[in-house]
C-alpha cells in the first residue's frame, strides 16, 4: 500500500468557481507556466505516483462558494486516477484546503476529529509561549485533517497537516522581518505542540498512526531556531517521548543526525533577489513504531536528486513544471 503527501502550489487557481477545469492558455500562479501547463504536469507526477492514497496540501478550496470537493473530484477524473475519492476535514478561510484523495477500492477513509481531552484542531488551543505567565491563544488557519482509514493492513489513523510558514512575508526593512520572523516560529511551534499533544494522544490508545504533509520546519532553516532550543519536526517527531510514543521518517532522522551535512529535500524556491534556487526538506511522512516495522520504502521524488525521476525526462520536467514541492510516498506491505 502506497500512502503519499503533494504539497500542490496554487492548485485552487487551476479551477473555476464550480469546480471545472481551466485547462487553458491562461496563465497559472506559477512563474511563465499556463494553467494547460500545470495541470498536464500534475497529472503526470499524480499518474506516476499511482498512491492508494494522497494527502493533498494546499487542495482546492472551498472558500466564498467554491467547491474544493469536486474540484479535486474532477481533477481525479481527468487524470483518470484510481485514487479518485475525496475526504476533508474542517474547511477553512484560505485558499488552500487539506484533503485526502484514495483509491475507494482498496481504501475507506472518514473525517474523524474524536475527542481525545486534547482541542479539536477547528477550536484554539492556549499555550504561554514567551514564559509571560500569560497563555496565548494558538489557532491553525488551515486545521489538520484527522482521518480514520480502513486498509488492506488494518485499521490506521491518519493526520494531515499544513504548519505555519516562518518566512517573514511583508517585512518592511530588517528588524520588522526578524520581528515578525521570531513571531512566526512561535506561532510555528505552539502547532506544532498542539499536533504532538494529539498525536500522543491517539498513539496511547494504541493504533497505528501517520503523520503527513508540510511542517514548514527542518533543522537548521533559519537563524533564530537556537532561541527555542529544539524545531518544530523534532516536536511533532516525540524526539524526547519514550520509544512507544516516536514517530519516526528517515529523511527527518537522517536531517536531525547531523545538521553540517547534506539533507533530503522536498522543495525548492527561486530567490528572485539572490538570482538562485533555496532547497529545504518540509513535507513528511511519520509513522508510529507498528507501522515503521511494515515500512518497505520511503521516495522523495525529487527530479534531479533521485535517478528515477532524472532519468524520465518528461516525469522530470512535469515536476518542475507542477509545484515547488516534491511528493513524498510511503509502500507499507
Not at 518540509?282 to 527530479?303: G, K, N, Q, T
Amino acid at each position: 500500500m502506497r500512502i503519499a503527501t503533494y504539497n500542490v502550489e496554487w492548485f485552487h487557481t487551476l479551477f473555476d468557481d464550480a469546480g471545472g477545469l481551466l485547462h487553458d492558455d491562461g496563465w497559472s500562479a506559477r512563474r511563465d507556466v499556463t494553467r494547460a501547463m500545470q495541470i498536464d504536469a500534475l497529472v503526470r507526477v499524480f499518474q506516476a505516483l499511482d498512491a492508494d492514497a494522497v494527502l493533498v496540501v494546499e487542495a482546492p478550496d472551498c472558500s466564498r462558494g467554491r467547491d474544493g470537493v469536486a474540484a479535486l473530484t474532477g481533477f481525479a477524473a481527468h487524470a483518470g486516477l484510481r485514487a479518485r475519492a475525496v475526504c476533508m476535514g474542517f474547511e477553512n478561510e484560505t485558499q488552500q484546503e487539506i484533503m485526502l484523495l484514495y483509491d475507494p477500492d482498496v481504501i475507506t477513509a472518514r473525517h474523524d476529529p474524536t475527542a481525545l481531552g486534547v482541542p479539536l484542531f477547528n477550536t484554539e488551543f492556549r499555550i504561554d509561549l514567551d514564559i509571560d505567565a500569560t497563555e496565548d491563544v494558538v489557532r491553525f488557519s488551515k486545521p489538520p485533517l484527522e482521518v480514520a482509514l480502513s486498509t488492506p493492513i488494518g485499521d490506521l489513523r491518519l493526520i494531515g497537516a499544513h504548519v505555519k510558514s516562518k518566512a517573514p512575508h511583508g517585512a518592511r526593512d530588517e528588524a520588522h522581518a526578524m520581528r515578525l520572523a521570531i513571531a512566526n516560529r512561535r506561532k510555528q511551534l505552539a502547532q506544532c505542540i498542539w499536533l504532538r499533544r494529539r498525536i500522543e494522544a491517539h498513539l496511547a490508545e494504541g493504533t497505528p498512526m501517520i503523520v503527513a504533509g508540510d511542517l514548514n520546519d527542518g533543522p537548521g532553516l533559519d537563524e533564530y531556531e537556537a532561541l527555542f532550543g529544539r524545531s518544530g519536526l523534532e516536536i511533532v517527531l516525540g524526539s524526547e517521548a519514550e520509544s512507544a510514543l516516536r514517530l519516526y521518517d528517515p529523511h527527518a532522522a537522517r536531517a536531525l543526525q547531523s545538521r553540517v551535512s547534506a539533507a533530503p529535500t522536498t522543495a525548492r524556491f527561486l530567490l528572485r533577489h539572490e538570482g538562485r534556487y533555496l532547497q529545504a526538506l518540509l513535507d513528511y511522512v511519520m509513522v508510529s513504531p507498528d507501522l515503521r516495522a511494515r515500512a518497505e520504502r520511503w521516495h522523495i521524488w525529487h527530479p534531479f536528486d533521485d535517478p528515477a525521476c532524472w532519468g524520465d525526462p518528461a516525469l522530470r520536467d512535469a515536476l518542475l513544471t507542477a509545484s515547488d514541492h516534491f511528493p513524498v510516498s510511503l509502500d507499507l506491505t
